[in-house]
């Protein structure tokens, strides 16, 4: 016996509840259209609510408060020329949709109760205008479910889309399931897919990106190209990306913390995020600098200037397994990540070789001497968008749990439960090969585990400046938008910020340009 495909009808379905997603939804409700989110996880999030937080944006409100003269041509020019530098391609059409409407986005959010700092400057852009949200990235997804929930939008979780429905070449509905069985929405105006990146699907990143990436975990397994396979398969063309390197695309961060701790626990009500930008621009930040560092080091990269100052990356076994200043996978403030090309090849990036070693984890190791060099600036552990920079201090403080000190190689070995002697055995090497970088100053340090993640990937639906998906032809196909990852259409997004103010602003335009579909 078959069981009855259970049917439901709004104006517009939007595939995935992460950032973009959840503003487009809100915005196509804004217009009085009926709207749903479908989402496949149980819960709201997506890439978004494991980011940074950070957006980067010309020409917002809180600039213009701060004194920053800034414009989109400023921010499309300083992103053209970071991809020139690194031999990316990039669509410039999306480029300029993007720095001519990042700035509406942030004032959006802005207004809805998220709370940013003060814009603050991210090399090598030119002007400050990172916008860090206060106090992490979970205030976007409480603050855009409300938001949704004043737009009266219908939000079905735990549910898988399947396919569209097309008919007569247009896009009409989704196909999904659940617990509960199949249903079949109608989308009588048109469905924005904003189901995230290709990152979790190994045949998508082999077929349009590069080899190389096996055995590399995503940040976000659920990004697994639903909503690209589901376009494919009515048409749309998927914009290849073999510019990127898997190297490129495999970064090394710190593990996020066991568990949550008490100041994360902190509900991001725009009161207490408030009361924190208020802490952040008038306390003393050596006081205040402990707390917001504990939302903020979760997902945090060491900096290439620990390796340049001799620090080593070991596996759990305690054993150098690469030249850690090879190749791109490791933050690299200004400079960005250095092309494969004038390293020792992809093969030899220390973000690719560490997802292949025991569990894919490892930890850096360093002695006294570099612990006394980056305590203070200009040495710096991490970039850490809100406070600008994280020392050595700042993770022992707000990550305990990734801080590790003994006063021997063979304590700290000890210590990190590795082989006996095995620490030794590695520093004594690198030693020999140094001598201008010897690590022989106790007592001996280690930060981690730190592991090698995707954490977005560039493969987009080819779409066009109004986020209308198309065919290879150029052609748009009728009743389809898309945004965020699976919208990204060759649109190259470099540095903090860019991911996500991506999401937000396609988000924004794509729900828009989804209500008023036949204005289109």
């Known amino acids: 016996m078959t069981s009855k495909v259970r049917e439901m009808t709004f104006d517009v379905a939007v595939v995935g509840g992460g950032g973009a997603g959840l503003l487009a939804a809100a915005e196509a409700g804004r217009t009085g259209c009926t709207v749903c989110v479908v989402e496949k996880a149980p819960t709201l999030g997506g890439t978004t609510a494991m980011s940074v937080g950070s957006i980067m944006a010309a020409g917002t409100r809180l600039q213009r408060r701060a004194g920053v003269s800034d414009s989109p041509v400023e921010h499309a020019q300083d992103l053209a020329a970071i991809c020139e530098q690194l031999g990316l391609h990039d669509n410039a059409e999306l480029r300029d949709l993007y720095t001519n409407h990042a700035a509406e986005a942030v004032d959006l ?9 003060q814009p603050m400057p991210q090399p090598p852009h030119g002007k400050p205008r990172l916008h860090q949200v206060i106090p992490d990235s979970s205030s976007y997804i409480y603050h855009l479910e409300r938001y949704c929930r004043k737009n009266s939008v219908t939000l079905i979780l735990g549910t898988q889309a399947d396919s569209l429905v097309y008919r007569k070449g247009l896009v009409c509905g989704v196909k999904v399931h659940n617990a509960e069985g199949a ?15 290709v990152a979790g699907d190994a045949e998508l990143l082999r077929t349009y990106v590069t080899t190389g990436l096996d055995g590399v975990q995503p940040i976000n397994p659920v990004c697994a190209g639903d909503g690209h396979r589901m376009a494919i398969a009515v048409g749309a063309h998927i914009v290849p990306r073999t510019d990127f390197s898997a190297a490129g695309l495999t970064h090394i961060r710190f593990v996020p913390p066991p568990k949550k701790t008490l100041v994360q626990r902190i509900p991001p009500y725009a009161l207490f995020a408030q009361l924190a930008k208020l802490a952040i621009n008038h306390v003393r930040p050596t006081l205040i600098r402990p707390f917001i560092l504990q939302f903020l080091t979760t997902a945090l990269a060491p900096d290439r200037g620990l390796f340049q100052n001799g620090a080593l990356l070991v596996n759990l ?8 200043l090879s190749g791109p996978g490791i933050n690299d403030v200004g400079q960005h990540d250095r092309k494969v090309a004038e390293s020792e090849g992809e093969d030899a990036a220390p973000s690719v070789l560490l997802a292949r070693q025991p569990q894919g984890r490892g930890y850096l190791i360093f002695d006294h001497r570099i612990a006394t060099l980056f305590s203070n600036w200009p040495h710096f552990i991490s970039t850490a968008p809100g406070v600008a920079y994280a020392y050595l201090n700042d993770y022992r403080k707000a990550r305990p749990d990734l801080f590790h000190m003994a006063p021997t190689l063979e304590a700290l070995s000890e210590v990190l439960r590795m082989p006996a002697h095995s620490l030794y055995q590695t520093v004594g090497d690198a030693n020999g090969l140094h001598a201008d970088c010897r690590l022989a100053r106790p007592p001996f340090y280690a930060l981690g585990p730190v592991t090698a993640w995707i954490l977005v990937t560039p493969v987009g639906l080819k ?12 052609s748009p196909i009728a009743g389809l938008f898309a945004a965020g990852g699976v919208g990204q259409g060759g649109f190259t997004l470099t540095g903090h910020g860019h991911g996500l103010g991506w999401a937000f602003t396609s988000g924004m335009l794509a729900g828009r340009n989804a209500a008023h ?3 289109t």
């Open 463 to 474: 779409v066009d400046n109004y986020l209308r998906v198309l065919r290879e032809d150029g």
């Open 183 to 197: 249903m079949a929405i109608t989308a009588r105006r048109a469905v924005v897919l904003a189901s995230g990146d």
């Open 317 to 324: 076994n305690g054993q150098r397994f690469s030249n850690e």
């Open 517 to 519: 579909r036949d204005n």
């Open 109 to 117: 959010l802005e207004s809805i109760g998220v709370v940013f700092t």
